[in-house]
């Protein structure tokens, strides 16, 4: 007995297929897309409702048997050509070290909101080394990996009607999960135990400007105007494969920060030392530019030694943990906590957009915000 079609919905041995008209964007024409292998007649028929209503809304994608991994794999030498290295080198070590051995098999059309909630609670409980859980924080990291990948696979390739991504529960990244912030005194104890050693300025200045790491390894004296009391971040300085790269800010653009006189005097005082150190050196001296923040030798310093040197300090001051970027929250949280508004903080710190920094920063600004009724009432009593 030979299967009929009825209303684009057919039986085909032990399966059941459907089929939907689908204009050619090349040429225009009407062609029948024929999709199987559903073991219903009533799974078929939603897939083609479905799909119908994909074709009116112009989202219609073929059916493909790509998987995570494959369509991974590709996105890493196609989509993330344009991207810092570093940037780049997380999306790898995110996608080969968490993604792909846990959901890298499946098809990427059958991912759903539901498979990605469950990939991160995997995560959280057993993702790290030796099948321990997961930090929040990392596992957020890879949310956010996963969010740009499949976003591309709807916005560039079309291979996705829509982010499964963007609907899964994704892990809550609290204040204890990003440890506490310092209190300004704090980091002023911080900040006296680093004056003593040879690489006191770049904390200080690290703690004063709210720069990134990277930023302020690869400042030249030549972006630093002491008189006018500012310098300018144009560059950023990062470790790829174990190799110093240098490159632009993160946002691609530079910006300039207005320095207070105490961080100004520091770094008068940290030129001096440097250039006493290149007269000790004499021949040796290996400095071939005018680094602001370099080794004895006047070699450049490795990324990583003044976040080891941080975290030495921290150790031995009996403070709260801390990390090397942390001085970077104190600085936007001490500021927005004094009142200064959120465009101006986006700025300093090299935020392309203030959404970020209202985002990064929401339970700060949800703090600031506790005693606003009582300023607006203060200031109604006192007036006649």
């Known amino acids: 007995m030979t299967a009929k ?29 024929w999709v199987g292998g559903f073991r219903t007649e009533a799974a078929a028929k939603e897939a083609r409702d479905n799909a119908r209503v994909a074709v009116r809304r112009g989202e219609y994608v073929d059916r493909s048997s790509v998987t995570v991994a494959e369509y ?46 469950k990939f991160y609670r995997a995560l959280l409980d057993r993702g790290g080394r030796g099948e321990k859980p997961l930090s929040p924080r990392t596992v957020d990291h890879v949310h956010r990996t996963l969010r740009k990948a499949l976003g591309d ?62 930023e302020l390894l690869h400042l030249r004296w030549a972006d630093v105007d002491l008189e006018a009391s500012e310098v300018t971040f144009s560059g950023s300085t990062a470790v790829i494969d ?52 370099r080794a004895q030798d006047g070699s450049a310093l490795h990324p990583d030694s003044v976040t080891a040197l941080a975290r030495k300090l921290v150790a031995t001051s009996g403070l709260p943990p801390g990390r090397l970027h942390d001085l970077r929250h104190v600085h936007a949280t001490t500021l927005l906590l004094a009142g200064v508004p959120v465009h101006v903080v986006a700025a300093r710190l090299g935020h392309a957009d203030p959404a970020i920094t209202l985002r990064v920063y929401a339970h700060v600004l949800r ?8 300023v607006f009432a203060r200031a109604l009593e006192g007036s006649p």
């Open 5 to 33: 079609l009825r209303d684009g919905v057919m039986k085909r041995g032990a399966s059941w297929s459907y089929v939907v008209r689908v204009r050619d964007a090349s040429t225009g024409r009407s062609l029948p897309k």
């Open 72 to 117: 991974l794999r590709e996105w890493l030498l196609t989509h993330s050509v344009a991207v810092k290295p570093k940037t780049l080198s997380g999306y790898r070590y995110d996608v080969e070290r968490y993604v792909i051995p846990h959901i890298g098999g499946m098809r990427l059309q059958s991912v759903r909101p539901a498979t990605v909630s």
């Open 242 to 293: 174990g190799q110093r790269v240098e490159g632009t800010t993160k946002g691609g653009r530079s910006r300039v920060v207005s320095l207070d006189s105490g961080t100004v005097d520091v770094l008068r005082e940290h030129r001096k030392a440097q250039l006493v150190e290149r007269m000790a050196a004499g021949r040796w001296w290996t400095g071939e530019d005018d680094l602001v923040f």
């Open 367 to 374: 703090e600031q915000a506790a005693g606003v009724a009582e």
């Open 153 to 214: 696979a709807v916005r560039v390739d079309q291979s996705l009607t829509s982010n499964p991504v963007e609907r899964a529960t994704r892990p809550h990244v609290g204040q204890e999960d990003r440890g506490g912030v310092w209190t300004p005194a704090q980091l002023n104890e911080f900040l006296g135990l680093a004056s003593a050693h040879r690489l006191g300025a770049f904390y200080r200045l690290a703690a004063y400007t709210g720069a990134r790491r990277g």
